[in-house]
């Protein structure tokens, strides 16, 4: 090759290279791309659209903090429709189409399994935080913020019943109604074990199909079997609809549970007064003692009400969608690197500080301890009720 054509090639090569560089540049400083779904139409809208408000909160927050490892975060969120076969359809989308950095649970224990198996698949690391059976949780790259521990059939009836039995006069006759929604009647099914071994009288058994709307026939059954203690396993406003139909008979459970109840309809609803619920954070002391969660619960409660959300507070679900983007950003940033096994690694190996609590994610399934404690409707709000320490000053379960 003569002089001239060297010098040719190698200023061609040399150029080739300089337009390489800057794309490879582009790729380390471009914003990191987090994907997921959420249950944002659907009958289970009316949470899903507190996890996407929480969300967009965090995600504000960190870029305000300057990101993660320096870059910017991107929140790719989809519409599963309340729909876990869907939300299967749009993980393997933001994995393979839309190419997201990382991923985050959907909302719901059938949604979440879904995404799991999804995100196995590919090896990538799932935070979650509304998965209720944990051995189902077979996927170790998979790591919970719902704060159920690894037996919670188990441990959250009997910390419910243990509330109850603080009462002057204590149940002693229950009737248990429940959806089929999976984690909700997997804990039901755990609250008539737990229920028969402290003695406590089943006068009625009753399940529905996730999805119902006619609640007058269980309402009547309930009313025919005069429980001292109704047990609902509901998830969303399934809870609200049968309160609506024991109104319409002249009927009023005197004491009644609920597992995943849509928390703002349920506080402004004057059928659902002292109702009964599980909580992992309300808008209290000792919860609101640390700055990151009185900051979280005041930009919520503004941004609530501007979107009209039927709950303003944080609880239960606000909380937990909260800590699950703290445990993803912890994860990051300690495994410092993008690297799923890494984070995963990292994960495994240390305790993460959130709004609720200090997680750990060694036990089965990745759960670590049971953090539930009981709530109750008292006066408009949330308050917890037991385990005492966590109540308000003066405040104590009540019956009707």
């Known amino acids: 090759m003569n002089p001239s054509k060297r010098h040719i090639a190698r200023a061609g090569a040399a150029l080739s290279l300089s337009a390489l560089l800057p794309a490879a540049a582009r790729a380390q400083t471009g914003p990191i791309r987090i994907g997921g779904t959420l249950a944002l139409t659907g009958p289970l809208a009316a949470t899903g659209l507190t996890h996407k408000l929480v969300g967009e909160i965090y995600v504000e927050q960190l870029n305000a903090r300057g990101g993660l490892l320096g870059r910017k975060v991107e929140w790719v969120l989809k519409d599963d429709q309340s729909k876990p076969e ?72 009997t910390t419910v019943f243990d509330a109850f039995a603080s009462l002057s006069r204590p149940p002693r006759t229950i009737a248990i ?23 406590l009288q089943e006068v009625l058994f009753l399940e529905w199909e996730f999805g119902n709307r006619d609640f007058g026939p ?4 309930i009313k025919d079997a005069k429980p001292d203690l109704v047990w609902m396993g509901d998830i969303g406003l399934e809870g609200n609809m049968l309160l ?25 609803s004057a059928d659902a007064k002292h109702a009964v619920s599980l909580t992992i954070f309300e808008e209290h002391a000792p919860f609101t003692d640390g700055t990151t969660a009185r900051n979280f619960v005041k930009i919520f409660n503004e941004r609530a009400a501007k979107a009209n959300l039927p709950d303003t507070t944080v609880e239960v679900q606000a909380a937990a969608s909260y800590s699950a983007w703290q445990i993803l950003e912890a994860g990051v940033v300690g495994a410092k690197s993008l690297d799923d096994k890494a984070i995963a690694a990292f994960l495994k190996a240390n305790k993460v500080d959130t709004i609720h609590g200090q997680l750990r994610f060694n036990g089965l399934g990745n759960y670590g301890d049971d953090l539930m404690k009981v709530k109750q409707v008292q006066n408009g709000k949330w308050v917890v009720v037991w385990p005492q320490k966590f109540a308000p000053p003066g405040t104590r379960l009540q019956a009707q």
């Open 177 to 199: 109604v429940t959806s089929k929604f999976p984690s909700i009647h997997f804990m039901s099914l755990g609250a008539r074990e737990v229920a028969k071994k402290r003695g």
């Open 244 to 268: 609506d139909a024991m109104k319409k008979i002249d009927y009023t459970p005197p004491l009644h549970f609920h597992t995943y109840p849509a928390p703002g309809p349920m506080t402004k």
């Open 86 to 157: 869907l939300a299967r359809t749009l993980y393997e989308q933001l994995i393979t189409a839309d190419k997201v950095d990382l991923l985050m649970g959907p909302y719901a224990t059938g949604a979440i399994l879904s995404a799991m198996g999804v995100a196995q698949r590919y090896n990538k690391v799932l935070v979650h935080h509304t998965f209720g059976i944990p051995s189902l949780a077979k996927y170790e790259m998979a790591f919970p913020a719902w704060s159920l521990g690894s037996d919670p059939g188990n441990t959250v009836p």
């Open 218 to 221: 269980i309402a009547a059954r």
